[in-house]
């Protein structure tokens, strides 16, 4: 009889590609006691001091830097789209009285002047109004930025952007919005994602509360520790359509990609010069999806990838699956000048409702 050898079979080694770490990621459903708070907040400092300590930062820092340069050496208003100057005193004032037309904005404009410290009984008719505005045209920029935010922004789905546009003449970051971060108190990769965000926001010379946040995940707890670094947090699901005025950062970490097709579709057109996205490379998605799935799930993806200008995240930080695969995503108004007209025409809502795998998390209805 043939004697058998029991040969044990031996375990095929595999090289980690990143450091492994203790998955976290269990106490998810965890309720947090203040000591817990506590415990997260010391968690996220040193993950910010490590994070602000490593060439990561650096060099992320660096391709935010060279995004910013592209996007804002074409954001200058120009002729037909954005102009190079800002309009003249008499064809703003017109722009002004146009968007005066309806009460609610002239309601708007009225609460306006009160917090420019103009006498409110000054402001209570619409030529009143106007006047007071005419007056002051050239030298309250500040204020008058506040006004034209208050009569766009009351006039979302106008395609008229021309009082937007002659404020906008320079360049500088606004707010950071993120979507997405998870749940930072139990999971070590939102963690730092989220003190990458407080570094930018200390980059930018941004005040927190011009930070605002949303994941439909977020814990009452990790709404208090977000409070607690003074940042702002969303309180409805807006499902990623937040239309902007000014230059934005949306620092969307690995989210799905409605949320970012969302984005765009709320900012099709003019808007999207002031988008920088730093999210999931749009790049790789183009590299990953056939063109037909992008086309039915996903777009305005789609449509703007000839248009968008990446600068890739060179992902050189220790855990390689924190910043892996993001880009930093600009729309340089040069570049939207060369789509075609008939792409911004094109404005149906998303609704992803016949897609099986959906990567988003939606409002009830
Ligand atoms: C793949 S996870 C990424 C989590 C984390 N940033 C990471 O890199 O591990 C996608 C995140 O998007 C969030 N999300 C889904 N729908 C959202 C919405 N409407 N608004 C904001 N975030 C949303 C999910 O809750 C989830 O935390």
């Known amino acids: 009889m043939e004697e058998f050898q029991i040969v044990k079979r031996k375990r095929k ?39 602000k300590e490593s060439c990561f930062w650096l060099k992320f820092k660096e391709s935010v830097e060279r995004s910013l340069e592209v996007t804002s050496s074409s954001y200058r ?19 002004i009285t146009d968007k005066l037309s309806s009460l609610t904005i002239k309601n708007q404009v009225i609460e306006n002047c009160e917090e420019i410290g103009n006498p409110t009984n000054a402001c209570q008719d619409e030529d009143n109004c106007e006047i007071k505005i005419r007056k002051n045209v050239r030298d309250l920029s500040r204020e008058y930025e506040v006004l034209v ?19 906008q003449s320079s360049f500088s970051v606004d707010s950071i919005v993120c979507y997405g971060l998870g749940n ?9 994602q989220l003190a990458l965000l407080l570094l930018l926001l200390d980059h930018f010379q941004i005040a927190p509360s011009r930070g605002f946040c949303y994941d439909p995940v977020f814990t009452t707890a990790e709404n208090d520790i977000l409070k607690r670094y003074d940042l702002s947090c969303l309180k409805s699901n807006e499902e990623g359509k937040r239309r902007v005025y000014k230059p934005t950062i949306f620092f969307m970490p690995h989210c799905g990609k409605p949320l970012y097709n969302n984005l765009l579709w709320c900012n099709w ?3 999207l010069a002031n988008l920088i996205i730093i999210g999931n490379s749009f790049q790789q998605l183009e590299e990953r999806f056939p063109s037909k799935v992008l086309e039915e799930e996903v777009p305005y993806i789609k449509a703007i990838l000839p248009f968008v200008h990446q600068v890739d995240i060179v992902n050189n930080f220790k855990f390689l699956d924190v910043f892996n695969d993001i880009g930093v995503h600009v729309f340089p108004t040069s570049t939207l000048q060369q789509a075609p007209p008939m792409m911004w025409t094109f404005k149906k809502e998303p609704s992803y409702s016949h897609l099986t795998d959906v990567e988003i998390i939606v409002n009830k209805s």
């Not at 935010?149 to 404020?167: I, K, L, Y």
């Open 269 to 271: 057109g003019n808007s």
């Open 184 to 192: 930072f108190s139990s999971c070590v990769n939102a963690r730092y």
């Open 77 to 95: 208003c120009q002729q037909g789209f954005r102009r190079d100057e800002p309009l003249k005193e008499e064809e703003v004032v017109p722009c």
């Open 13 to 51: 080694k595999t090289k980690p590609s990143y450091k492994i770490r203790p998955n976290i990621c269990e106490d998810q459903a965890a309720s947090c006691t203040i000591a817990d708070i506590e415990k997260v907040i010391a968690r996220i400092k040193i993950c910010k001091e490590e994070l």
């Open 149 to 167: 935010e208050a009569t766009t922004g009351s006039n979302q789905e106008g395609q008229d952007q021309s009082v937007h546009s002659v404020m």
